[in-house]
């Protein structure tokens, strides 16, 4: 009987012990490409998107924030879905799909190099992140060019915010950073259409 209880307790104690040990579960996330579809079925022209080029602190499956001081915040269980870069590349070229008529975009690589897009769109992400306070920020220095490069259509450095509707929240801080691509994309397809348009 005392056997018996004894190992009862035991048995008791390695479940609530293992309990505790638990982690929390993991969360994962994803940028939401914009909504809407094209006017027009006919592609008169195709955009190339990237390479895209990312900080290595900030392409990692974990969320990264900015702290005070410089200090970088690795958010263990708030996570991308994918990488970081191809989770953006992923959403700019949706949206601009979205926003060009009759422009298609594609992702680098494009079809393995049997594709040849009449534009690249290439970029550097200085920033993509959040600060303490939950304002995103976008910043990017990019260039759109011809594919044969004879042509600039584009070459600038862009900043874009969105403030967080909760600064604790993850969920939250995804959705401003989303606003934020959302911005830049608008600007690459408005400078892209007003050059088309000449």
């Known amino acids: 009987m005392i056997k018996a ?17 638990s982690s929390p579960p993991v969360r994962f996330y994803t940028l939401e490409p914009m909504q809407g579809a094209r006017s027009s079925a ?9 390479p895209l080029r990312f900080p290595d602190y900030l392409n990692r499956p974990q969320i ?8 970088v915040v690795v958010a263990e269980f ?4 994918d990488a970081a870069a191809s ?5 700019l070229t949706a949206n601009l799909n979205s926003l060009l008529d009759d422009t298609m975009a594609i992702e680098f ?6 594709l040849h897009p ?4 290439v970029a550097q992400v200085n920033q993509f992140s959040t600060d303490i306070a939950g304002l995103a920020t976008l910043d990017i220095s990019w260039v759109m060019v011809t594919a044969d490069d004879a042509e600039f259509i584009s070459s600038r450095r862009s900043v874009f915010t969105a403030p967080a509707a909760s600064d604790s929240s993850y969920a939250s ?3 401003a950073m989303n606003e934020t691509l959302r911005a830049y994309s608008r600007q690459v397809a408005q400078l892209f259409q007003a050059a088309a348009d000449q």
Not at 64 to 71: A, C, D, H, P, T
Not at 118 to 121: A, G, N, T, V
């Open 5 to 21: 209880r004894l190992l009862l307790s035991a048995m008791f104690c390695a479940v609530l012990l293992s309990a505790c040990g």
């Open 42 to 50: 006919d592609v008169a022209s195709t955009i190339g998107v990237g």
């Open 64 to 71: 990264v924030s900015s702290g005070e001081n410089g200090k």
């Open 78 to 81: 708030d996570r991308w879905a």
């Open 87 to 91: 989770t953006f590349q992923r959403a």
């Open 109 to 114: 690589p494009f079809g393995g190099g049997l």
């Open 118 to 121: 009449d534009y690249r769109l």
């Open 173 to 175: 801080r995804v959705a």
